[in-house]
């Protein structure tokens, strides 16, 4: 099982400031990484796949990269919506694995 | 645009088994090459990938929970189902049902299943 660990555990900004978020796995997972954005109550949302490519309707202040085993989730300037828990997945072999996720919160 | 539902008890006893559905509506399942996954999520916790079925009743299981768990497809209703056998108060959770392309492009809303006496 290929682990992925995610820091930091939280990241305390305001909006407008910059996020950076890392996701590192076990193992290479080549480019098949990908970010999802979960809100308190609400299911996950798709927002980076194959590491650097966003998902249909995802602004353009998220952006992905990275490959093998480090990956980058940037939010160029954090919006008030955008405070929630991201997650990292890869997908190397069909038994796909999340990260423990980074919470985004309020300074 | 699909959308998808789970349904099913939301009380489980310990030693019994967690019976949920997941109704597709906006599209068929049988359309497209998609796989249709199972999720959860204890509460406060990550996400756990249980396993997904294809339309064509092939699964794959995650290792850790595959004696328990079965997952079949019913595409005359346009829905996927998900068997978890002799549950624990581990069990308890937030479960999802999830559109698989390559990745988990659709989700359903979530159900919480607690397993308690």
């Known amino acids: 099982e290929i682990v992925l660990t995610q820091s930091p555990a939280t990241l305390s900004l305001s909006p407008g400031e910059r996020a950076t978020l890392s996701c590192r796995a076990s193992q290479s997972v080549s480019s098949y990484l990908a970010w999802y954005q979960q809100k308190p109550g609400q299911a996950p949302r798709l927002l980076i796949y194959d590491a650097s490519n966003r998902a249909t309707g995802i602004p353009a202040r998220f952006s992905g990269s990275g490959s093998g085993t480090d990956f980058t989730l940037t939010i160029s300037s954090l919006e008030p919506e955008d405070f929630a828990v991201y997650y990292c997945q890869q997908r190397i072999n069909w038994l796909f694995t999340f990260g423990p996720g980074t919470k985004v919160d309020f300074k | 645009q699909v959308q998808l539902q789970e349904s099913g008890p939301g009380l489980v006893k310990p030693s019994q088994t967690l019976s949920l559905t997941c109704t597709v509506s906006g599209g068929s399942i049988s359309s497209g090459s998609y796989y249709w996954s199972w999720i959860r999520q204890p509460a406060g916790k990550g996400l756990e990938w249980i396993g997904r079925v294809y339309t064509s009743g092939s699964t794959n299981y995650n290792p850790s929970l595959k004696s328990r768990v079965t997952i079949s497809v019913d595409t005359s209703k346009n829905q996927f189902s998900l068997k978890l056998s002799s549950v624990t108060a581990a069990d308890t959770a937030v479960y999802y049902c999830?559109?698989?392309?390559?990745?988990?492009?659709?989700w359903g809303q979530g159900t919480l299943v607690t397993v308690s006496s």
């Open positions: 999830a559109r698989q392309g390559y990745w988990f492009d659709s």
